[in-house]
């Protein structure tokens, strides 16, 4: 998924100036830098119908000043996944402003069993490791920040780079969706040829699902060249509203090719979720007994 997040200039030299400093950032100040992020994010957005969309959704999630507020992401995530008979459970903490990350791996196994495990990965900006290095699951490359791109949708959708198209409404499930297409520009994170499309309930604003590719590993160019990538339809469930944002905390994915669900495909749950948990840059130090995870 992406790793990649930029301030404003003003936004960076302020908080760099700010971490000089002994005392911590005053409550004024903070909500300034605040209010700059949201207002950048906010132009970005509405410069076509489709990012205007997806604007109208961060706001029924909470907006984007409680977003931007938010300087970290935690929660427990569970993941599995049928075909690759695989299932991993793990408590992360993210850096919303800086997309850094580290975990502590609770269970790992396969898709119908996974068993406690003692282990960690993280993303520290620049390289994704794990630890102890006998763990060759989950890849930390992949998984550092995965999950967390799919719990924070759509309100990473606001981040620079992405491209917004309003397509046609479409019927899923007996109801017709207002959607968007997401694209990323070249270069951006370690998969930008990802295609996303957004459900967004016409009475909420809630994304109640999204279709997806992944092309973690190849080029936008060569993500271009398939003629049919695959695609995942991934609903988005039980909704929980904490710190001021609503997110979701069950995931349901399946296998989808013209217009149709063809199989199971992934599960996940998030859980003990919070958005105003500290972050420890500490945890992000590879132990002795870690090895970083390559591109491939």
Request: a negative charge; one cysteine or more.
């Amino acid at each position: 998924m992406k790793n990649v997040y930029v301030v404003s200039l003003f936004a960076f030299v302020f908080l760099g100036l700010l971490a000089c400093e002994p005392q911590e950032m005053p409550a004024e100040a903070e909500a300034s830098v605040t209010e700059v992020m949201a207002e950048e994010a906010r132009q970005r957005l509405e410069v076509n119908e489709g990012g205007q969309l997806v604007l109208k959704s961060i706001e029924a999630h909470g907006g984007l000043e409680a977003w931007y507020n938010a300087r970290t992401s935690s929660y427990s995530w569970e993941y599995a996944n049928v075909d690759m008979d695989f299932r991993f459970k793990s408590h992360m903490v993210v850096d919303n402003h800086t997309r850094q990350a580290y975990h502590d791996l609770l269970e790992l196994g396969t898709h119908s069993e996974a068993k406690p495990v003692s282990g960690q990965f993280a993303w520290d900006g620049k390289d994704a490791w794990i630890s102890p290095d006998t763990l060759k699951q989950p890849n930390p490359r992949f998984w550092a920040t995965t999950g967390y791109y799919f719990e924070s949708i759509p309100f990473i959708l606001a981040d620079p780079g992405i491209s917004y198209e309003r397509v046609p409404d479409e019927e899923l499930d007996g109801v017709m969706y207002d959607r968007v297409d997401i694209s990323y520009g070249v270069g951006v994170g370690d998969s930008p040829g990802d295609i996303y499309m957004l459900y967004v309930n016409k009475e909420t604003a809630l994304v109640d699902a999204i279709r997806y590719t992944v092309t973690y590993g190849q080029s936008k160019e060569e993500a271009m060249q398939q003629e049919s990538p695959r695609e995942t339809l991934f609903y988005y469930k039980d909704y929980v509203t904490v710190d001021g944002l609503t997110v979701a905390t069950y995931f349901n994915g399946h296998h989808f090719k013209d217009g149709e669900i063809i199989a199971p495909k992934n599960d996940a749950w998030a859980t003990d979720i919070s958005f105003s948990k500290p972050f420890d840059e500490i945890r992000l130090a590879m132990p002795e007994e870690g090895r970083v995870q390559p591109m491939n």
